[in-house]
Each structure stands twice: as C-alpha cells, then as structure tokens.
C-alpha cells in the first residue's frame, strides 16, 4: 500500500491522533465549564461525540505508538479500512453534534427575543 500521509503506523499518523484526542478534549472541557449545560440535549450529545472522538483517537494513538515502537507496519488493507470506517462515523457523529450545538445556540442568541415582540 502506499504510505499517505496521517497514515496508521507513522509519525504524522500520531500527530494527527494526538491533535484530535487533544481537541475533543477541549471540546469537552468547554461544554463542562459552561452553566446548565446538561438541560440541552444537544449539548450533552455534544460531550457524547467529542467523548467517543476522545476514545477512539487515543486507542489509535496508542497504537500508532506500538507500532513505531516495533516498527511493524500497519498498512494491512482490512486493518486500513477499519480505520476508515471508524473515522467516518465519529466524523459523522461529530458533525451532527456540532451542527446541533451551534443551532441551538443561534435560537438563544438569535431568535429567543423573537417570540417577546
């Protein structure tokens, strides 16, 4: 297989792993500091996927680890496919959480004073 860049089993592979293990945290960390957060259900799917984002990218930071460290080569095609399968439904699960995040934050800041007219 060709070695791509962010690929499993490479340093970039790890960066990338780390960065988004990194994110999803922080993602997490505003959500939680934020008063009355766990009201809004969008908002707690919000934690939900950024937690399973979390989950997912330290188990393949962990194994981009392990692999460097033995140098094993991890470009097995059902192995890279289930990594694909798995990146798209967390990218999926992330998208959708954010979506609905940021809709509800445009009905309070935007439309709530609406209804008072």
Not at 13 to 30: D, K, N, W, Y
Not at 74 to 88: A, E, I, K, R, T
Request: glycine residues 10%; contains cysteine.
């Amino acid at each position: 297989m060709k070695v791509v860049v962010g690929s499993p089993g490479t340093w970039s592979g790890l960066l990338l792993r780390t960065g988004q293990c990194v994110f999803a945290g922080a993602s997490i960390g505003v959500m939680l500091s934020a008063f009355g957060f766990s009201n809004y259900t969008a908002f707690c799917y919000l934690i939900a996927s950024m937690g399973l984002q979390a989950l997912w990218s330290l188990g393949l930071a962990c194994l981009d680890i392990y692999a460097l460290r033995i140098r094993r080569d991890l470009h097995n095609p059902v192995l890279v496919s289930l990594f694909v399968v798995g990146d798209w439904v967390t990218a999926t699960l992330s998208l959708a959480a954010a979506c609905s995040s940021a809709g509800v934050t445009v009905l309070f800041v935007r439309d709530v004073d609406f209804c008072r007219r």
